[in-house]
């Protein structure tokens, strides 16, 4: 299971670059976020989520964003995609959300 939870270093983040939104490694199996997260739409989100399973996937070093897409890709079976929107620049999401929101869920425990 990964965790999802808020994080102030996500909310700084985000004041200088509003297409920063998650990161990991900050706490162990955890995907930190920031509160501008909540009000994305449903697709922005999972697509990010899944996304950032990705890089705990991969493991923590550095490697290419699109590895962190290939290994989610390979473990939920849904392809992550990037679309510019008022939300930020090539912003990930997914597409036909309703088919993968159980999918995504199912590894995700939403703390405080």
Same mark, same amino acid.
């Given at each position: 299971?990964?965790? &999802?939870?808020?994080?102030? !270093?996500?909310? !700084?983040?985000?004041?200088?670059?509003?297409?920063?939104?998650?990161?990991?490694?900050?706490?162990?199996?955890? #995907?930190?976020?920031?509160?501008?997260? +909540?009000?994305?739409? #449903?697709?922005?989100?999972?697509? &990010?989520?899944?996304?950032?399973?990705?890089?705990?996937?991969?493991?923590?070093?550095?490697? !290419?964003?699109?590895?962190?897409?290939?290994?989610?890709?390979?473990?939920?079976?849904?392809?992550?995609?990037?679309?510019?929107?008022?939300?930020?620049?090539? &912003?990930?999401?997914?597409?036909?959300?309703?088919?993968?929101?159980?999918?995504?869920? +199912?590894?995700?425990?939403?703390?405080?």
């Amino acid at each position: 299971m990964v965790k &999802l939870r808020h994080c102030r !270093e996500v909310d !700084e983040d985000h004041k200088y670059s509003c297409r920063q939104y998650a990161h990991t490694y900050h706490y162990r199996d955890t #995907i930190c976020v920031a509160k501008a997260f +909540d009000k994305l739409p #449903i697709q922005h989100k999972l697509g &990010l989520i899944v996304h950032e399973v990705g890089h705990l996937l991969v493991g923590k070093g550095n490697h !290419e964003e699109s590895q962190a897409d290939k290994e989610a890709n390979k473990f939920f079976g849904v392809r992550v995609l990037y679309k510019d929107s008022k939300y930020g620049k090539r &912003l990930q999401y997914l597409d036909k959300q309703h088919k993968y929101v159980m999918r995504v869920l +199912d590894y995700i425990v939403i703390t405080a």
